[in-house]
């Protein structure tokens, strides 16, 4: 697949990006680049490589430890959200330096 001028003025449109000429240019080559990349990737045969969890260990980890309870630091304990207290509407809004009745207001920042 190849990304076409057409796709990266798309995309800079999207990302409301105003790009010259030789920047497109540049972003195509590139762009294209990086796909190459990948194609050629995708051409290793991995079938005898086993799946991965992580890609790294993280410092500190035991190495002891086996599969899954390597990583037991990344979790914590669901808590539903209907059991801890929010703050009440109108004290959220009470220091807000521009407010209506129920919404924090912001001043526009994207214009097209």
Do not use: C, W
């Given at each position: 697949?190849?990304?076409t001028?057409?796709?990266?003025?798309?995309?800079?449109?999207?990302?409301?990006?105003?790009?010259?000429?030789?920047?497109?240019?540049?972003?195509?080559?590139?762009?294209?680049?990086?796909?190459?990349y990948?194609?050629?990737?995708?051409?290793?045969?991995t079938?005898?490589?086993?799946?991965?969890?992580?890609?790294?260990?993280?410092?500190g980890v035991?190495?002891?430890?086996?599969?899954?309870?390597?990583?037991?630091?990344?979790?914590?304990?669901?808590?539903?959200?209907?059991?801890?207290?929010?703050?009440p509407h109108?004290?959220?809004?009470?220091?807000?330096?521009?407010?209506?009745?129920?919404?924090?207001?912001?001043?526009?920042?994207?214009?097209?």
């Amino acid at each position: 697949m190849k990304v076409t001028d057409k796709d990266v003025a798309y995309v800079a449109d999207l990302a409301n990006l105003e790009l010259t000429e030789e920047e497109r240019a540049g972003m195509l080559r590139d762009l294209n680049s990086i796909l190459e990349y990948v194609d050629r990737l995708n051409e290793l045969d991995t079938s005898e490589v086993p799946p991965m969890a992580q890609v790294s260990d993280r410092y500190g980890v035991d190495e002891a430890k086996q599969g899954s309870a390597r990583f037991a630091y990344a979790s914590r304990e669901d808590v539903l959200e209907g059991l801890r207290k929010s703050l009440p509407h109108e004290e959220a809004l009470a220091n807000a330096p521009d407010a209506d009745d129920d919404f924090f207001r912001v001043p526009k920042v994207i214009e097209r």
